[in-house]
């Protein structure tokens, strides 16, 4: 059994920081890639950042140069470091693993910007 448990999520005033965390557990395949998702009311889940099993990064444009990806020490936890938040920005946000032909997901962890 799969499970992603996500946290770090929160309120925060325009302009703070947030850092979301996500570790995988359980029986998988080699894991290719690991990302953040994020749904706002209304609107269809969108790629925030993704990250390889070699390294590579994408950013999604809205948060380029405000959010970073890393994995954690394990290879199996991945961390977004969020900054320069705006109200735009409130979504819940879902970590994505990508293992073998199979896509896993988290519960989601709400992130609100307002002040």
């Known amino acids: 059994q799969v499970q992603l448990v996500e946290s770090g999520g929160g309120l925060v005033q325009p302009g703070g920081s947030l850092r979301l965390s996500c570790a995988a557990s359980g029986s998988m395949f080699s894991i290719y890639l690991m990302g953040w998702y994020r749904q706002a009311p209304g609107k269809q889940r969108e790629l925030v950042a993704s990250i390889t099993s070699g390294g590579t990064t994408h950013y999604v444009d809205s948060v380029k140069g405000r959010c970073t990806i890393s994995r954690g020490g394990t290879k199996n936890a991945i961390y977004l470091q969020m900054n320069s938040l705006k109200p735009e920005d409130t979504a819940v946000y879902y970590c994505?693993?990508?293992?073998?032909?199979?896509?896993?997901w988290g519960q989601g962890t709400q992130v609100t910007v307002s002040s």
């Open positions: 994505k693993v990508e293992a073998g032909l199979v896509d896993y």
